[in-house]
T-cell receptor, first 113, second 116 residues
């Protein structure tokens, strides 16, 4: 079965640079979520989109923005990167009409040096 | 506010032992959903189970079983006859509603180490 696709899988950036993470949800899934997981921590919700509209928002820094496109893929844009942004970034998708569980992609490991 | 507590930071067992991972949650909603995810050393998050707040029936899937008790706000996970491949971080998570992009709130996770 098709899974959530994230690219790139690994990304190394320097401080103050910009990064763009991409997410392709499971086909027919209409909702996309972004989570950030620091080392040894649980995933923290950043933002979600339903039918291309922002649906819920967590502790996402103002330096980060995201959107969902007409083909349902999503991009997380991160600017003015800081050392503390180094983390594993997960994208997840779900189908609003059910089943309701969120299926996660393999994650993008971002390292800021 | 939603909160999930996994009091066990790390558990070590020997292969074939049974192990129970505890999860306690807090929510003001009467309708909510509970989940367990597995994160093996490779890093991905693997969905294991979803339970609705209005369905307290316990569930068994192979060596895995889940015990949901609303009276104690707990959703515990038991692995029977553990195997080395069960070694992973296990997260319990809560969603106050599903659909329309509602977030998962995760517990801190329990590291399970199964030794051969």
């Amino acid at each position: 079965a098709a899974g959530v696709i994230q690219s790139p899988r690994h990304l190394i950036k320097e401080k103050r640079e910009t990064a763009t993470l991409k997410c392709y949800p499971i086909p027919r899934h209409d909702t996309v979520y972004w989570y950030q997981q620091g080392p040894g921590q649980d995933p923290q919700f950043l933002i979600s989109f339903y039918e291309k509209m922002q649906s819920d928002k967590g502790s996402i820094p103002d330096r980060f923005s995201a959107q969902q496109f007409s083909d349902y893929h999503s991009e997380l844009n991160m600017s003015s990167l800081e050392l503390g942004d180094s983390a594993l970034y997960f994208c997840a998708s779900s189908l609003t009409t059910g089943p309701y569980e969120q299926y996660f992609g393999p994650g993008t490991r971002l390292t800021v040096t | 506010a939603q909160k999930v507590t996994q009091a066990q930071t790390e558990i070590s067992v020997v292969e074939k032992e049974d192990v129970t991972l505890d999860c306690v949650y807090e929510t003001r909603d009467t309708t909510y959903y509970l989940f367990w995810y597995k994160q093996p050393p490779s890093g991905e998050l693997v969905f294991l189970i979803r339970r609705n707040s209005f369905d307290e029936q316990n569930e068994i899937s192979g060596r895995y079983s889940w015990n949901f008790q609303k009276s104690t706000s707990s959703f515990n996970f038991t692995i029977t006859a553990s195997q080395v491949v069960d070694s992973a971080v296990y997260f319990c998570a809560l969603s106050e509603a599903v659909g329309y992009g509602n977030k998962l709130v995760f517990g801190a996770g329990t590291i399970l180490r199964v030794k051969s």
